[in-house]
C-alpha cells in the first residue's frame, strides 16, 4: 500500500514539474549546479512512541516496553546535489540525530537478559537520495520545493547494529543569498519500523523528524 501511493506522488510530482517546465521561461537561470554543504537543527527519534500512557500503564506491559524515553535535539549533517534546472535537482545527504535513551523498569525482561541493566543509548543516522521540485514564487527568487526519496536508516545499541531502507519525504524554502551561496529551511520526515511483539525494542527502527537550516557553495 505504501508503494503505491508513493507511486501515485512521484506521478503528481512529475506532472506539476512538467507545468513548472513550461511557465518558467523568464525565471533566472543558474551557471553553478552542483552544491555543496552542510546543515544543522532539531530532530526527534520518537522512541518515546514505545512508552505506553499514563492510562495504559500496568505490571504486564512495563515489564516489556520502555517506562521513559530522553529522545531529540540537535541534528546535524552534510549534503550535496545537483540542480539539473532551476525546477528540479537531485540531492544525497548525510543525517546525525541525537543519541536517545531508553529506561526499563527493574522488573523488566530486558533487565532480566542483559544483567540489571535498566536503559541503553541508541544512535541514529541516515544516508539519503531524494528528488526535489522546485518552483518560484511568484515575483521572487525564492523557491518552494517539496522532495521524495529513499533512505538507509541505522539504528546502532546494544541489541542491534542494522541499516533499513525506508521513504523520506521533505519540504521548505530555499534563496540564491549570492551567485555561489544557496541558503535553506528544510523540514524531514523518515518512515520508521516496529513489530508487535513481547519486547519490541528488539526490532524498532525509530520514525525521524527533523527542522534543518542548511548553507551549501555552488560550483
Not at 551557471?31 to 518515546?48: A, Q, R
Not at 499514563?54 to 541534528?75: F, L, R, Y
Not at 523498569?105 to 537478559?113: K, L, N, P, Q, V
Request: glycine fraction near 10%; proline fraction near 4%; hydrophobic fraction near 40%.
Amino acid at each position: 500500500m505504501l508503494i503505491k501511493k508513493i507511486i501515485v506522488v512521484i506521478a503528481l510530482e512529475l506532472s506539476l514539474f512538467s507545468a513548472i517546465q513550461a511557465g518558467t521561461a523568464g525565471e533566472p537561470t543558474y551557471n553553478h549546479p552542483f552544491y555543496i554543504g552542510g546543515f544543522g537543527g532539531y530532530g526527534s527519534t520518537t522512541w518515546e512512541g514505545l512508552v505506553p500512557t499514563i492510562n495504559n500503564q500496568n505490571s504486564a506491559i512495563s515489564i516489556s516496553t520502555p517506562i521513559e524515553v530522553k529522545e531529540g535535539g540537535g541534528v546535524w549533517g552534510v549534503h550535496t546535489g545537483y540542480e539539473f534546472s532551476p525546477n528540479f535537482a537531485l540531492e544525497g545527504s548525510y543525517t546525525r540525530y541525537e543519541d536517545a535513551e531508553v529506561n526499563f523498569d527493574e522488573m523488566s525482561i530486558f533487565t532480566f537478559d542483559h544483567d540489571n541493566l535498566t536503559q541503553f543509548v541508541t544512535r541514529t543516522e541516515t544516508l539519503s537520495l531524494m528528488g526535489k521540485l522546485m518552483i518560484f514564487i511568484p515575483r521572487t527568487t525564492l523557491r518552494a520545493f517539496s522532495s521524495l526519496g529513499v533512505a538507509n536508516v541505522h539504528r546502532k545499541d546494544m541489541l542491534m547494529n542494522k541499516w533499513r531502507v525506508a521513504p523520506t519525504f521533505g519540504g521548505g524554502f530555499n534563496y540564491h543569498f549570492t551567485e555561489h551561496f544557496l541558503g535553506e529551511i528544510n523540514g524531514n520526515y523518515t518512515a520508521g519500523y516496529g513489530e508487535s511483539q513481547l519486547n519490541p525494542t528488539d526490532t524498532y527502527f525509530p520514525f525521524l523528524y527533523s527542522v534543518t537550516l542548511r548553507l551549501a557553495y555552488c560550483f
